[in-house]
């Protein structure tokens, strides 16, 4: 069945944020791979360059638009940036330079304007001087906004959506969907992405439905279709029929009312029938969701994933900015703790204005701690704005990606020389910061006992911990049904994890999505995790299992777990205990 059909077609995908939404689809564009290559003939020249000329007009438009907008929103210190990027566009050496490079090969412009641009941005990375070296950022960067004019596509269409629909994409980027107008988008449906994918993660935490890993939605549906999207199930109705509309009408009341229901929980400790207490904190990205904590009935955060402060934006923020949104979300959670986790940037999360290498595999490549590491100039503006905001006591700190323990040493030894740092400058901070480290590398896992009397608390990031100890790339919608938090490997990693982290007085938390899985948090309760933290949108759920739940029975089912011989064999056992004392809740989660 192919696009305009008017037959109703179901697509399964994988639901990554629950909720019904129905509206008409506008497909985007947002592939910036490599242009296809086209030999030309004589005659095709001059239209070659017609098309290119008209390609850096429509772009410096763009470029002036956008500045004009920033200038307005931001100042124009921030829109001053664009000034290099209309530079670019203008710059006669780089456009005489194409057009004679496409003189000379006989083929389509964009290919040799990719070549053009890498040859000059290659030769100013190489310059020993940083002003010189960002200008290769605004060579790649302006290159890119050229080709997608030549390929007809907007860079900025998901930002510039002004009316109601459902997104439907090859591919969402974390700042694209950081850039979402939930007005405006109702849901989002992808070819690509898997349940732990940072793009998922947003839509979870801005309370949009989706659903991701569908392999050709954007082959099957033409924007102005009618789409029906079931979040929870991964579904996706294309040009739903009358009956199907009329069911998720009733659905979509009786979800509405079990939400309800959990709204009364709110203020209601997190606590099993026989008073065992596991406190739920949050996930956040955004500043904007802070309300979102208490209102969903978390207490405090337990990861603040601080790179979202470094994305979507052209420049990087400053100590005193970054300082400033500490402390907002310290003071809006007091007394309850705030972790801040620092910078978890490259892989998928890239932001402009940090130059990263073209790497085979990013995912294993200079990122997070390792990143920040080699950019001790970066990671001590941070670390800096973290401990001024730390005179508000309940802030803590934590590293991602910690995988040998000199990398731990190695960020407390920056950390000590920004305290004496901010003491020269008269600076106060809490000297006695709480310092953890995420455990998401399976070599951290099996240190924990070394790298115990170095921190305060372990966070179990299981998003990357399964990805790492699996070798399953978590962003993979071909390699999703391997992704499995129910393999034996996780399950004893964890234990392990828990065990070590209780011998040596400290706690353990989970902030991975194992934590915000309804089936899966028993399992993590008896296996002794000390606290959860989940996205707000998932906390009312969560304190339900918690309140239906004996810690005797979660304390049973861990140890059953424990002698399982598969996957398959823990995720029954997890999904027999939630049937029996929480069923509601599997209607509404995905
Ligand atoms: C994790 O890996 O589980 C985690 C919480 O970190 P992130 O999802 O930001 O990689
Ligand atoms: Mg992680």
């Known amino acids: 069945m192919g696009k305009n059909s008017t037959q109703e077609i179901c697509l399964k995908g994988i639901g990554v944020s629950p909720g019904i939404a129905v509206c008409r689809a506008q497909l985007i564009s947002t592939q910036t791979g490599r242009p296809t290559t086209r030999s030309i003939s004589e005659d095709e020249v001059p239209t070659e360059i017609a098309r290119f ?36 566009v203008d710059d006669r050496t780089f456009i005489e330079d194409v057009i004679r490079s496409l003189r000379r090969d006989m083929l389509n412009v964009e290919p040799v304007l990719l070549n053009v641009a890498n040859r000059y941005a290659e030769m100013l990375a190489k310059v020993e001087d940083s002003y010189l070296a960002e200008r290769a950022a605004d060579i790649r960067d302006v290159t890119k906004r050229i080709l997608a004019n030549l390929e007809g596509e907007s860079l900025d269409q998901i930002a510039n959506i002004s009316e109601p629909c459902i997104v439907v994409s090859h591919d969402l980027s974390p700042s694209d969907t950081a850039t979402i107008d939930k007005d405006m988008v109702r849901a989002f449906v992808t070819d690509l992405g898997s349940s732990t994918s940072h793009t998922s993660i947003m839509a979870k935490a801005l309370q949009v439905p989706a659903v991701v890993g569908l392999h050709n939605v954007t082959a099957v549906v033409s924007s102005g279709n009618t789409v029906l999207i079931d979040g929870a199930r991964g579904l996706v109705f294309v040009s739903p029929s009358e009956s199907r509309l009329e069911e998720y009408r009733q659905r979509a009341v009786e979800q509405e009312q079990i939400l309800h229901e959990l709204d009364a929980l709110r203020d209601k400790p997190p606590e099993t029938r026989d008073g065992y207490l596991v406190p739920i904190t949050a996930n956040i990205e955004l500043l904007a969701e802070l309300d979102a904590v208490g209102a969903r009935g ?76 080699s950019r001790p100039e970066l990671f001590k503006d941070q670390l800096r704005a973290i401990l001024r905001a730390s005179i508000h006591e309940n802030v803590r700190m934590m590293y991602p990606m910690i995988s040998c323990l000199q990398e731990l040493i190695d960020a407390n030894r920056l950390l000590e020389e920004c305290k004496d740092e901010l003491d020269k400058q008269g600076i106060p901070f809490n000297r006695d910061l709480e310092v953890g480290t995420m455990i998401e590398v399976p070599s951290a896992a099996l240190i924990a006992d070394l790298m115990a009397p170095y921190v305060k608390f372990f966070s179990l990031g299981t998003n990357d911990l399964i990805q790492y100890t699996m070798a399953v790339d978590r962003g993979n919608e071909n390699v999703a049904h391997l992704y499995k938090p129910t393999h034996m490997a996780i399950v004893r990693l964890i234990d392990h994890v828990v065990k070590v982290s209780h011998k040596h007085g400290l706690w353990t938390c989970v902030c991975g999505q194992m934590a915000a899985s309804p089936v899966l948090v028993p399992l993590l309760i008896g296996l002794g995790v000390d606290e959860l933290s989940v996205s707000p949108s998932q906390a009312p759920v969560i304190k339900d299992v918690i309140r239906k739940l004996h810690y005797s029975a979660a304390a049973d089912l861990a140890q059953r777990a424990l002698s399982c011989g598969s996957a398959d064999d823990v995720e029954h056992l997890c999904h027999e205990l939630i049937s029996r004392i929480a069923p509601e809740v599997l209607e509404i989660s995905s």
Request: proline fraction near 6%.
């Open 53 to 88: 000329e008209d390609a850096l007009i429509a772009t410096h438009d763009q470029i002036k638009h956008i500045q004009k907008q920033v200038s307005e929103v931001l100042g124009d210190e921030h829109a001053s940036i664009f000034d290099a990027h209309i530079l670019v």
């Open 298 to 373: 978390a207490k405090g955060i337990g990861l603040f994933r601080t790179e979202f402060l470094f994305l979507g934006r052209p420049t990087l923020p400053s100590e005193d900015e970054q300082a400033e949104s500490y402390i907002q979300a310290a003071k809006s959670q007091y007394p309850a703790p705030v972790v801040i986790r620092t910078l978890d940037i490259g892989a998928d999360k890239l932001p402009e204005s940090i130059e990263t290498p073209d790497e085979l595999n990013p995912f294993l490549g200079d990122r997070a701690i390792r990143l920040c590491l």
